[in-house]
């Protein structure tokens, strides 16, 4: 086939059609999502979203024991979720290859923390693979999937930002056809991890990983490349390239299989090296365990701890001298943070808590901005599903009046990930705060994907919707309200009143994310400012749209202004100005 | 560092379009021959933040991301975003800049300035570099949406890579209805 350029994720996709996968499942989570987006494309291939991360593993689990290959995805902190079925599957092993990819985001472009997913692959004994490129991406892939049937354990692809979200060159190679044995299969010694059973296969894991390990020092993707100074390099993934890049000239031991390690290749390796460096990001993984052997190395005594590493990073670490640039500004800049898009259906919900002084225990998703300024009504933000139990744990320590201004906040696709047990929780345990959820009918941060609350599938087949409010009621949950947050002045009251109540309540915010795919955005006509009627208020500013803007050289005071490219005419700051400065503009 | 690695850095605001920019720009080169790389961030990073992308080419190419201050040309959708990365741009570098100004929260607030005369101070440095006039352009070619397009046509002017590649770029990534207005307006740009 005929070179191609493609994304990490896409070459991951491309990798397991090539290996005959028949099911892939994931939640969706930056930087990995557009993997189970490309493999739909695929239609060998049964692919889903699942609700969260360990449902998603337990359906490639499920497809794996059927005999097919499975693949399964996920952001680093994804693994968190799905590490209770993650270290029993390690002592079951598969029956079909089963791969996951985990997507790590050094530098945190777009998570809450930076955990290095390498740590599970040595906690879960489970082997890892790290590709370096989109080429490595797609044939490790491919290779995991042997791997995994050829030592009877699943395996774990690595990707970083970097990685998953870079486009190089691909050569993709003929597909293998999926397996023709599936069926059922009784083998409970294996699949049945009861103590007696479990106990014995902790065996099999322990003389897998040491048998790996030997046979991995004779395999083409544990490579030494030979330069001409006298330093050596032992590195892999994106790391490598920046080695590439800032000592071209360095003897490098290239890992693709990260864990377990090859301990003899490395030993012959670095005993050959009077200086040696570990290149990795994040934590000293490979570092530790070649320190562990004897040898000395410069790791993270020379390179950052924290971050993603750079070309830039790797050079200044190793020279200790910072580049200087041609040209360097002497003044300061104004920041361009993320914002809530024009019309966002949150941007009132948020604004009205700011204005009630709520203490909103927040969540993970596009809503997460309503931290930012002017909003600034978001106090808390830990993990998927967080701010129900968040809101459940510090009423328990407030007194009544401070109580009631805690409020829960999270999305309809969080929700359904895992809001729903804390919710079940709050009623359980007689909690008395109040829970919105923000229901925009898509997993907006990720790029829109669907979830069981939208009634739609992955390939975008039609499919039951979970009923929000029929499901919050089936808990326990007595007051349940459905608002539409354009309405501004209904939705801030319903909050203050639920906020009073001295009972679990639910206020369900609806209304389609302004980006929506399905919707057919009956796109209203933009906003102006009458500038008459503006008072120079700034009421309108503290809605935070980026769409209005602040004209300081217009009339007396400065006016506001509408950007009218940006206004889709959701017509919040309309109900906000207290002056009627806000018309609609007719047609064109 | 690899000497005959080009950089491109391409910066602007998200919702720009400057990821299908990249794209194209990555697919001509790879038409053109070249090992071609490209790193971008997607997520929380996008919703109308500063968007930065990053496109390398040659022979061989290591590392996705452009060595800081080796950037070849900083391909500028936004005049506030292209001054930012300019410390990113070698010292015999280029910039090419659309010359819009799209205001930042933080001035929209009224709370902080926009930075002036940039186009000055962008020639100023780099005196290499061209400020194009991308929506009277893009207006000329018949649908302002084009800009992209527009802007793509005055860099391919800095770049070995044939026209007829270009047209074959922009094809697999244009929507057929489109094209015509489209290769209108890389033309135009590609007459800067």
Not at chain 1, 14 to 30: D, I, K, Q
Request: hydrophobic letters at 40%; a negative charge.
């Amino acid at each position: 086939m005929e070179k191609t350029i493609l994304s990490g994720n896409e070459a991951i996709a491309r990798g397991a059609f090539e290996a005959g996968v028949m099911v892939a499942s994931a939640y969706p989570g930056t930087p990995s999502t557009e993997i189970l987006e490309n493999i739909v494309h695929y239609p060998s291939i049964d692919a889903s979203w699942a609700p969260n991360e360990k449902v998603s593993l337990e359906v490639g689990i499920g497809a794996s024991f059927g005999g097919a290959r499975a693949l399964v995805t996920m952001k680093h902190v994804g693994v968190n979720v799905a590490a209770d079925p993650l270290f029993t599957l390690s002592y079951t092993g598969v029956r079909g290859g089963l791969v996951l990819v985990v997507a790590d985001d050094p530098e945190l472009h777009s998570s809450q923390n930076e955990q290095d997913s390498r740590n599970y692959a040595r906690f879960a004994k489970v082997p890892m693979l790290e590709p370096s490129d989109s080429e490595e991406a797609r044939a490790y892939t491919r290779l995991g999937f042997e791997l995994s049937e050829q030592f009877d354990t699943p395996v774990f692809l690595r990707s970083t930002t970097r990685i998953s979200h870079s486009k190089s060159i691909v050569f993709p190679q003929e597909p293998l056809s999926p397996s023709t044995e599936t069926g059922l299969v009784k083998d409970p010694a294996k699949f049945v991890m009861l103590p007696g059973n479990a106990r014995k296969r902790h065996y099999d894991v322990e003389a897998r990983l040491e048998k790996m390990a030997e046979w991995a020092c004779d395999q083409p993707f544990n490579r030494i490349e030979e330069g001409t100074s006298d330093i050596g390099v032992i590195t892999s993934g994106i790391s490598y390239q920046y080695a590439k890049e800032v000592l071209p000239e360095a003897h490098i031991l290239k890992l693709g299989l990260v864990h377990p390690l090859p301990k003899r290749l490395i030993r012959e390796f670095a005993e050959r090296f009077e200086w040696l460096y570990v290149i990795e990001e994040l934590d000293p993984i490979i570092e530790e365990q070649v320190r562990a052997m004897g040898i000395a190395v410069k790791g993270k005594d020379t390179f950052p701890i924290c971050g993603e590493l750079t070309p830039g990073r790797v050079a200044k670490a190793i020279s200790g001298k910072e580049a200087s640039p041609a040209f360097s500004h002497d003044e300061v800049l104004p920041n361009r943070p993320p914002s809530m898009c024009p019309g966002c259906p949150h941007r009132g919900v948020f604004f009205g808590l700011n204005r009630l002084k709520a203490f909103v225990t927040g969540d993970i998703g596009c809503y997460t901005l309503g931290f930012m300024p002017p909003l600034s009504a978001m106090d808390t933000c830990v993990c998927m599903g967080a701010s129900i139990g968040n809101a459940t744990g510090i009423s328990k320590v407030l007194p009544p009046e401070e109580r009631k201004r805690v409020v829960a906040v999270i999305g309809d696709s969080t929700f359904l990930h895992t809001g729903i047990n804390g919710l079940m929780d709050m009623v359980y345990n007689d909690s008395t705060a109040t829970v919105i959820i923000l229901d925009n009918s898509t997993t907006g941060m990720t790029g829109r994907q669907d979830h069981p609350g939208t009634g739609y599938t992955l390939g975008g087949e039609k499919s039951y919707q979970v009923d929000l409010e029929g499901l919050c009621r089936s808990v326990g949950v007595k007051h349940i309200h459905t608002i539409d947050p354009y309405d501004l002045d209904e939705t801030r009251d319903l909050i203050r009143r639920e906020m009073e109540r001295p009972e679990v309540s639910v206020i369900i915010t609806r209304r389609a994310c302004m980006l929506h795919k399905r919707d057919i955005l009956e796109r209203k006509p933009p906003l102006f400012v009458d500038p008459d009627k503006c008072t120079a208020c700034k009421a309108c500013l503290r809605l935070g749209c980026p769409a209005i803007s602040w004209e300081p050289e217009a009339g007396e005071k400065g006016k506001a202004q509408v950007n009218r490219l940006l206004c889709v005419g959701c017509g919040v700051c309309e109900k906000v100005c207290k002056f009627g400065a806000f018309g609609v503009c007719d047609g064109e | 560092m690899a000497s005959e690695v080009k950089n491109i850095l391409l910066v602007g605001v998200g919702g720009q379009g400057i990821l299908l920019a990249s794209e194209i720009l990555s697919e001509a080169l790879m038409l053109s021959g070249f090992d071609v790389k490209k790193a971008e961030v997607h997520g929380m990073a996008q919703r109308g933040g500063s968007v930065i992308s990053h496109v390398r080419y040659g022979e061989k190419v290591y590392s996705p991301i452009i060595p800081e201050g080796e950037a070849d040309i900083l391909f500028g959708f936004e005049l506030l975003e292209s001054y930012r990365y300019l410390p990113l741009l070698h010292r015999d570098g280029r910039a090419v800049v659309n010359n819009l100004r799209i205001n930042p929260p933080g001035v929209s607030l009224g709370q902080e300035n926009y930075v002036e005369g940039i186009p000055e101070k962008i020639t100023g440095h780099f005196p290499q570099s061209k400020i194009v006039d991308g929506m009277t352009l893009a207006r000329q070619a018949g649908d302002l949406r084009t800009v992209n397009t527009v802007l793509l046509g005055t860099l391919s002017h800095f770049l070995e890579i044939d026209e007829s590649i270009w047209q074959q770029a922009l094809k697999a990534r244009v929507p057929e209805r489109f094209l015509e207005t489209n290769l209108k307006a890389f033309a135009l740009g590609r007459g800067v």
